[in-house]
């Protein structure tokens, strides 16, 4: 059994790392740090874990982490991430941030989308956590920055047809959708239900910091990204919109993409004609990826569970190659349908 | 043309009362009182009202209010109408309140429920604005305390049997369904879009404060009221338990309900065998009522919006009847379907 | 009063076409045509219309129609309106089709699209019923093809910037969000609640029939069009993308659609930063649009309702245009909020 | 491992076992039959399975199944399960059958609710399959009817007051409320997204078939049973209204359900004062309970996901039973959240 610590478990990201780490059949579950909560059964301040057996929530303390864990997922708010992983390095468990602290391993590069980072030394070492794209280093990695909800989408569409030449010019234009999870857990005026069902508009227009973040991943493309807001719980659909190379066909790109994805476990590249939809990802790991092209123009559409592939089942993946286990292991869900 | 003032215009029973007097063939709007708003667009806040002509909202004060309006109609949260009525009364302007205020003119069973009425002199002379139970009153009142959304349906509901005489023991079952927005437009975990989609579960079960409301509008009758919230903005359905008296027939019961409701504009009692859904009256003043019985046990079901018949669309109902005009002015809206 | 007939009131866009007609203070709905529910009253198969005074449904009759109505607003499948809107013309009734029927003007082109036309010479003096494109033609027209949803929202977007020559190209992206109800009242797998709630895909990508109407209206532009379904019942957001001529600026953008919209009075350019909501038009015959620019790259965003602005509200403009009536007349709702 | 088949697998509860079945550590899943889908990978049907290493469908052919498989679940239409589990109990395979089929043990019962059985004799050996009721008769079992959906709920609702005889009169009003998932996966207008979305209605009052079983399951008590349709996938809450004996106290009611369900691993009593929601048990095989009393009147409200205890987890619940496996093998997911 490998040991896994849980350092933030009341965000969604942090219930659903819970979700996958409690269900997991190699791993023990340490710790479940929650300094707010700590003392507290889980299930006082998380219905949905009344009846499961789960440890009992503590303050946060890397020593006590290091004495029982190799492995610690931080589910911590964005910026207070930082110390943690520090303090973890330095007691020698290997941490994997699902917050946006540690997703640039250059620090000017993150100082210029969040300010200055508090451990630029650290910040170096971090292996940006999309298998798909850096498996061996992650396998060795102390540290792994868990990719955004949207990059990981957007970064899966786009990385072939980049990597195999595909393109004219080196610009996407990503028209995403997200459901409303990745707002997080805290009420606010944009998240009241009354004012996000039966509603759709966009945010951050051509101004979100997970731009940066695709460009950085896709080798510095220049990334036009748009999100929306969609009145469901989970799931982001990417649909992203590529200049061909003259004369690369339909078929050419196809084999690309389906070469590409053959030997990914939780990648789907579409039959022709076929549209992804989020619904069917729900819950699981998995990604599917539909091709559509117009003369020059090919539309890549790409379907993620936010808070599975997006963000807590990405970490277990991200484990599971740092724990030798096989890639899959605890991530083998089907959808929840419907 | 009547003129009517606004006071409280932020929150949805607000926002409601807007479109609806904006929209009244026979209404001026004098003014719209908004404190927190004043000197700013109204859409600045309430983007639905982009492009719309507005007055442009004004602190409230009652002598303004009472140099051109004849009639206010008070959105503000409870507790904060007892002044507000209390001075637009005094400076002889007629009132319709739709907070909780003033649904009860005995200040002791007030205080019961709310705690001591500021007024009590002035809450003795206020009228339950229910026009099916009331139109007499109403057409004279000065202030109007409109019912709660809740009260509103199960009284339409119960009320027919119990003044046939229909009825064994003076008991009802209240299990009642309602949409999101009788929740209020302020954020809270309860209505954060992800914690309320997907789900569904009751609050404040047998412990209710809309239950004395509809005790005192049902002659004293024992209510057992259980409210659920349903992932949806807008409706109400009451389904309600009855006993028959020995011998009360289906038929009868049916034959009671469709006399009492023939000449109300607003209610329709369906044909037997109809569902009444709250789809079906959503935007709209209406009622629909259905039947059904086995054994002795009469089983009433009631749907209204419960912005526009459970709060905004009653109050103008009432302003309608103490101004002389036909009591469905500018409210012969059909449901927005779908 | 002007007198207006329905036919076809059993879809989505007959029965809000119901909605509006029934509404509209200066309307007479002289027949409510609908073979198939001839005799029976609409509530039966409507239940919204319980309690709402209508005509009896009657068999459609072209020469009873002109005996009584000076307008037919035709609400029928797409390709059975060409015979009713035919002989409703010889027989002196003006007409307004809201099917895809008469969309183009130029039977070659219709042809490509949706295959030979009946009439070819009734089609040649139809008018695109785009008030804000169109309003001088359309005040005279003896027949308007209403437009589609989509395109109504996607022209709108893209029009002030095409027409003030601020593009570089004629090439527009449109990735447009519709609400289920622009998929019509039958139901189909992909319609049913639990495999279109919580879920989202793109569908006809690159091959959508909507692609050639934009681009006629757009005078010959290219139009790379994917619609997407989104689960909410009502409204199109579109989100286009376009390129800006060297040396445009976002001020100069703004002010071409500030000038180009600022006499229309269903049309709406929001402030700077402010993003549109389908929420905040829904009911209504409004469109708000934002627009937000970075380096070359022009993204314009509109949302309509698809059944009001995209349909039925659009064929009441039109109406209120051929009639003399003022444009907004029946058409000033604001937007049933939330 | 424990050798199971699947017949029937494109409904909802065909789909949902799936899910459970290929997730279950100790079950190797031998067949996938399904008629109209044999030599067709399923996830050309269920897009959700596109990427999951399944067998390829076959057609049903009992003889082929008992040749590998010593359990087989159906999750078939009601009416057309008969055949299929006469046939494979003839061939020694143990059946569960998810359909209404063999929910009554007498055939009397039986043909009273759903017309005669093609196989008395078969039918009089099932066994109700509800583990909390009926535990060591599922062990040995050769044929088990997996409870409606609505009866488990309620079943677990009540029975603890009705064993310990906390009850006066031996009735129940049940108020039920379903997610569309019950309803199945053929479109109907009744679960099209736009007539069901933002609508709540009751159906078939007083008047629905799964009373009589509840009232089975409940020793013959008079069963009042009226089920909702909410606007969600999956979940199922009944409210249900009991009387308690005179003076029977609300800890005393608490006491009987905590003892009756402290040994149970899926059913958990909520402390004083919460509400249960559907929410928390979404995807898992669990109920969560909360009791209120106010005077006489005994309010419980349990929930599930009627998809998992309310058919697919029962089902593989009841086969680690007969299984000699841990009742929760393969069942202890926790919720989708959110």
Redesign the interface.
């Known amino acids: 059994m490998r040991r896994v610590a849980l350092v933030g478990a009341t965000g ?1 990201t942090g ?2 790392s ?2 996958l780490l ?2 997991h ?1 190699a791993f023990e579950l340490t710790h479940l740090c929650a300094d707010s909560k700590a003392g507290v059964p889980l299930a006082d301040s ?7 057996d789960l440890p009992m929530p503590v303050r946060f303390d890397p020593a006590e982490v290091a004495a029982k864990a190799d492995f610690a997922v931080l589910a911590l708010p964005h910026g207070t991430a930082q110390d943690a992983a520090a303090s973890l390095l330095a007691a020698g468990v290997r941490v994997l941030d699902l917050s946006a602290d540690h997703r640039f391993a250059d620090p000017d590069a993150f100082a210029r989308v969040y300010g200055p980072h508090k451990y630029p030394e650290v910040l170096r070492e971090t292996v940006y956590g999309l298998p798909e794209l850096n498996r061996a280093q992650i396998r060795e990695a102390r540290l792994v920055g868990c990719p955004g909800c949207y990059p990981t989408s957007v970064v899966l569409a786009v990385n072939p047809a980049l990597r195999a030449g595909l393109l004219a010019g080196a610009e996407v ?1 990503a ?1 995403c ?1 997200s ?3 990745g707002a997080g ?1 805290t ?3 944009g ?13 951050k ?3 979100h910091r997970h731009a940066p973040e695709m460009s950085m991943a896709l080798g510095g493309m220049a990334v ?1 990204f ?1 999100p ?1 807001l ?6 982001i ?1 990417s ?1 992203v ?1 590529l200049r061909l190379r003259a004369g690369v066909t339909a078929a050419e790109a196809r084999r690309v993409y389906e070469e590409a994805y053959a030997p990914e ?4 590249v ?1 039959p022709a004609g ?10 699981t790991n ?1 990604c ?1 990826i ?1 091709l ?3 003369d020059d ?1 090919l ?1 890549v ?1 790409s ?1 993620i569970d936010n808070l599975v592939k997006g963000a807590a089942g990405q970490a277990v993946q991200c484990v599971n190659l740092m724990a030798g286990l096989p890639e899959t292991a605890g991530l ?7």
Chains 1, 2, 3, 4 share one sequence.
């Open positions: 969604y219930a659903e819970l979700r409690h269900g059949p998380l219905a949905p874990f009344w009846g499961v234009i028209d959708k459901g409303v999870s857990r009420p606010t005026a998240t009241h239900f009354t004012e996000t069902s039966e509603g759709l508009h966009a945010y227009t051509l101004d036009r748009v929306h969609v009145p469901m719980n989970r799931g659909l649909t919109y476990p939780f990648v789907s579409l076929l549209h992804p939809d989020t619904r069917n990802v729900r819950g998995r599917h539909g559509f092209v117009s123009l539309c559409q379907v083998d869900h089907t959808a929840l349908f419907p």
